[in-house]
């Protein structure tokens, strides 16, 4: 099976506080509201709708701890996902069926084959937030798989069979360390069946015909969102997905 993935990175756009007045070593104070916090520092959002950095350090041991809360209620995101198929083993099966008519000497011979697999796709998310100590719990994925046709005898020969939607917990993210998880898997394969009719006429002459026909189904794409609580902070999208699927993922 072909490997898919498509890597997409998205920033997670974090609430800030409400406004607060800090005091630093000196005594001295200042009002505004926390939009980011590392390791080291602080970006506080003004009144005026200035920003500006300020080092943890240099705040009064009280508003040290209100930003480390922050930044532990509001981690940094910057999500980097992708999705790769597997396939489980599968079943083959091949038959030959045979029948003929002696006194015409017509004959026909059916071959027949078929192949049942079980896939899925494995869902990779990692953070590559430039702060090295955020860990990210929380995050749950939904995602919906598209199964596509295609059937040479049909008038539409090739489309969406159906759509499998779930839903799963990703492990807590630490550092930039990847995470990863397996969606439910579904049933795909194909069956080719080749009929071969032989005719005898009067004068004992044979001519063969052969048509053939075959059925496919298969794992056509898949979509999914990541979600922090009730903030969508990653999409995803590849292959064959009708558009209208990722929006409904996001409502």
């Not at 409400?18 to 005091?23: E, G, I, L, M």
């Not at 040479?152 to 630490?174: C, F, H, Q, Y």
Request: hydrophobic share 35%; proline share 2%; net charge positive.
């Amino acid at each position: 099976m072909k490997l898919i993935y498509l890597i997409s990175t998205l920033c997670a756009l974090l609430p800030g506080a409400s406004a607060r007045t800090f005091t630093n070593q000196k005594g001295q104070t200042f009002e505004g509201s926390v939009v980011a916090v590392d390791a080291t520092n602080a970006e506080i959002l003004r009144g005026d709708g200035k920003k500006f950095k300020v080092a943890l350090t240099t705040l009064s041991a009280e508003d040290q701890k209100f930003c480390n809360d922050w930044r532990v209620a509001n981690p940094a995101l910057k999500l980097t996902v992708k999705a790769d198929s597997v396939t489980a083993a599968g079943t083959r099966k091949s038959d030959t069926d045979s029948s003929s008519n002696g006194s015409t000497g017509n004959s026909t011979s059916v071959t027949s084959r078929s192949r049942v697999m079980e896939e899925g796709y494995r869902i990779t998310v990692s953070n590559w937030s430039k702060d090295p100590g955020t860990k990210v719990s929380g995050l749950t994925v939904e995602y919906a798989i598209v199964i596509g046709f295609f059937d040479t005898n049909a008038k539409d020969k090739r489309g969406v069979k159906s759509i499998v939607r779930g839903k799963g917990n990703l492990p807590e993210l630490v550092g930039s360390k990847a995470e990863f998880l397996l969606t439910q898997t579904v049933k795909t394969g194909q069956s080719a069946a080749v009929a071969t009719r032989t005719v005898t006429d009067s004068d004992g002459d044979s001519r063969s015909a052969t048509a053939a026909a075959v059925y496919r189904e298969s794992m056509d794409g898949i979509c999914f969102v990541v979600r922090h609580g009730d903030r969508v902070v990653a999409t995803y999208s590849t292959g064959r997905v009708p558009k209208e699927l990722p929006m409904e993922l996001l409502k």
